[in-house]
């Protein structure tokens, strides 16, 4: 269990933490949140020991071991996966002394230590998480110098994961991911065996894969069980009683004030009076809620164009000779709401350059709408607002002929107030600069609005705040984010980016999340093996409706892959037995120690492939039914 008891921390006078105390027992998926600037990930910082104590007390297990993702991942010749094996430091050095360990006792410990810690299947389960991260088996054995740092930052992101502390400590997980990556994460760290705390403003991470939230407010802590929604509701409803209760105060308050205004003069009543100011003193006063400032967006309204306002006829598009759509007969009308689903690398990002003229088409032919003007917003812009000026200069590059008192009300409308414009913007917090990035994309009151991961740095007010100006908007939107739940709220057309080409999705977003994580496990059952020898092709005939499932049948398989996840569990316990006796060891015997070695390792791969088919026809037993 962790234990925070009676919290007191302060940078530089400003205090973030003042009596603060909670408790997460062991086990517990946890989503720390706060409004940006409260403090979350400096109470990492405190847990892992980075930072010291004003006062209280941090305390954990002992031996636990803390994991968070590191700045970065160096770019040096090492492979990604060889990156993501060496995280786990304790297997790494017992394979560096099993290589030159001579005392037979030794070695049977080493060999017991690294059964007991799944040493064999290490670069399955490496690879496994590499994948979900968005690398190809190819691009795992690339060193990391030939990937950019944002990917760096999912190499460090597997790397944890792959470690398996008993404290996994995650800071925004889901800014280094797209939709499929985030999707992945959520149903991994749902299946964690071990304590995880998430900072998270992602409303669908928080709902699915967390079991309970730490709120961080007014320097305090308080723990709830349950999802996200769960934690809203409740706190909604102390809000109410609070405000309830603040005003039955407030009534009592007044007319035990009424009565001593008008007795205090008067002799008979004194006393009564007197009674009555002693319990106007004694009362404690109950505060009602108080509604934090409000985040909001007011996008600047379009005029109306004639419809479509870009369409495609058999586009291509890519980069020099590299073709990566082609065939795009596309249609974009101004009051669409557009969210583009695909893998990474299937060319989500090259569509959005292409709509916004960042892209010249290879072929074929694209056509626009007159005085179109396009907005465009992407997460590397962020990065490259001017970190000397401030918001206010900002503005004053792009419409030096307008007023100050109109730059200044823009920034208002975009929640940079009075006290963030004339701040130089290396001082701003991400969610600021990404609502600079955000304004500056909306200026000219574009008719269309492509949005690449405009969430990353903002905070749960804020994308609520970004959802209804979205909702509001007059122009049509292009979305490309990981946030489910924005894309739920904001997007009525889903447009999958896939093997070279582009379509309409007509299932849901729900519908497509299945069908990933579907095809990601249909992907870890389907391992490579020998081709059979080739026989003559048979007419292909038309492909039948998917029958329906019979519940009993499934059972029946459920039953049997249960069964043989239990023979092959026992059948590795035998061998782990064996691999443990110190004369296996000896020189005669090193060749049976070898034999076993390898039969223990395909029975870790057969307990693997079992777990995952069982796994599957549970799913669909539950489905049929």
């Known amino acids: 269990m962790l234990r925070i008891t009676d919290l007191n921390f302060a940078i530089e006078g400003k205090p973030l933490f003042e009596g603060a105390s909670a408790f997460i027992p062991t086990g517990h998926k946890v989503g720390l949140i706060g409004r940006n600037g409260a403090g979350k990930t400096t109470l990492f910082k405190l847990i892992r020991g980075e930072l010291q104590t004003d006062g209280g007390d941090i305390s954990l297990p002992a031996r636990a071991r803390i994991g968070g993702v590191a700045q970065e991942v160096p770019s040096n010749e090492v492979s990604l996966i ?3 094996l060496a995280a786990d430091i304790e297997r790494a050095a017992l394979l560096d002394e099993s290589e030159t360990a ?21 670069e399955a389960r490496a690879a496994t998480i590499l994948n979900g991260m968005g690398f190809s088996h190819a691009q795992q054995l690339m060193p990391c110098s030939a990937f950019s740092g944002g990917w760096r930052m999912r190499v460090a992101l597997a790397a944890v994961l792959f470690s398996e502390p008993d404290y996994l400590l995650l800071d925004e997980p889901t800014n280094y991911l797209d939709l499929e990556g985030a999707l992945w994460l959520e149903n991994y760290l749902g299946k964690y065996p071990h304590t995880v705390i998430i900072i998270s403003h992602d409303r669908q991470l928080l709902n699915r894969a967390v079991t309970s939230i730490l709120h961080l407010e007014n320097r305090s802590l308080t723990f709830y069980s349950g999802p996200y929604d769960q934690f809203a509701r409740q706190r909604a409803a102390q809000r109410a009683v609070q405000a309830a209760q603040a005003k039955k105060q407030d009534l009592r308050r007044a007319h035990l004030q009424s009565f001593v205004d008008r007795f205090k003069a008067k002799a008979t009543k004194a006393k009564q009076a007197q009674s009555r100011v002693k319990m106007l003193e004694k009362m404690e006063t109950i505060r009602a809620p108080e509604d934090d400032a409000r985040t909001v967006f007011t996008f600047p309204e379009p005029e109306e164009l004639s419809p479509p306002i870009i369409s495609t006829e058999s586009v291509s598009v890519g980069y020099d000779d590299n073709v990566v759509l082609k065939g795009l007969n596309l249609r974009v009308d101004q009051d669409d709401r557009i969210a583009l689903l695909g893998q990474n690398g299937e060319g989500k990002t090259t569509l959005a350059k292409l709509l916004s003229g960042r892209l010249k088409p290879m072929g074929g032919r694209i056509t626009t709408a007159r005085k179109l003007r396009i907005g465009f917003f992407a997460q590397h812009q962020v990065e ?3 970190v000397e000026d401030t918001p206010l200069q900002h503005l004053m590059h792009e419409r030096p002929q307008e007023p100050q008192s109109r730059l200044r009300a823009r920034l208002a409308g975009f929640g940079l107030g009075a006290d963030n414009v004339e701040t130089p913007v290396g001082r701003l917090s991400g969610g600021q600069k990404a609502r600079l990035s955000l304004l500056l994309a909306t200026l000219p009151a574009p008719h269309l609005l492509i949005l690449d991961e405009p969430t990353n740095h903002l905070d749960i007010e804020s994308r609520e705040a970004l959802v209804e100006a979205l909702t509001a908007y007059s122009g049509a939107v292009i979305l490309i984010s990981h946030d489910m739940h924005l894309l739920s709220m904001a997007a009525d057309r889903l447009w999958l980016v896939k093997d070279g ?6 299932d849901d977003l729900d519908a497509y999340r299945r069908m990933h994580l579907q095809g990601a496990a249909k992907k870890k059952r389907d391992k490579p093996q020998a081709a059979p020898a080739k026989k003559a092709a048979a007419p292909t005939a038309p492909s039948a409706p998917a029958a329906p499932i019979d519940p009993v049948a499934m059972r029946q398989k459920v039953v049997q892959y249960q069964d043989r996840v239990k023979k092959l569990t026992e059948a590795k316990e035998k061998l782990a037995a064996k691999l443990a006796d110190p004369r296996l060891y000896s020189t005669e015997q090193i060749g049976r120690a070898e034999g076993l070695q ?22 669909k037993l539950e489905g049929a039914a």
């Open 501 to 506: 080409a582009v379509r309409p999705y007509d």
């Open 598 to 619: 390898k039969k223990f390792a395909e029975v870790e791969e057969a307990i693997d492939q079992a777990e995952t088919r069982w796994l599957a026809a549970l799913e």
């Open 102 to 122: 001579t005392d037979a006792n030794r070695i049977s410990e080493i060999q017991t230590r690294l059964t007991d810690i799944d040493a064999w299947s290490a």
């Open 82 to 84: 060889d990156t993501v």
């Open 384 to 386: 490259e607002l001017i």
